[in-house]
């Protein structure tokens, strides 16, 4: 079982940068794959970024591709989304999730562990 908080969301301008990061409790973090969602008021959860259980492979949502980067540090238990580039667009709360899929999974099904969330605001 795996534990998630995330932290860095907040209030940027169009076109500034956020880094959102993700800790994991417990000492298996490096078994599972971590995603990036977001959710808007009044629209579903959307996938943004996954990325592989070594940090060796990532995919991204065709939104985001370009703008975003995930990345992980198994040493720390945390995982990251480097948000450059936003738009208003971006604006959602943002939730890391893990799940033990092999394929790239961007369905929220995939994930068994969520965590709570940090909202991002982009201002126009």
């Known amino acids: 079982q795996v534990q998630l908080v995330e932290s860095g969301g907040g209030l940027v301008q169009a076109g500034g940068s956020l880094r959102l990061s993700c800790a994991a409790s417990g000492r298996t973090f490096s078994r599972y794959t971590m995603g990036w969602f977001r959710q808007a008021p009044g629209k579903e959860r959307e996938f943004v970024a996954y990325?592989?259980?070594?940090?060796?492979?990532?995919y991204y949502a065709d939104s985001v591709k370009g703008r975003f980067t995930i990345s992980r540090d198994n040493a720390k238990n945390t995982v990251y989304l480097q948000m450059n580039s936003l738009k208003s667009d971006d604006t959602a709360v943002y939730y890391c999730a893990a799940g033990d899929a092999v394929i790239i999974a961007t369905l929220p099904r995939y994930y068994g562990y969520w965590g709570q969330g940090t909202q991002v605001t982009v201002s126009s």
């Open positions: 990325i592989r259980r070594s940090g060796d492979s990532t």
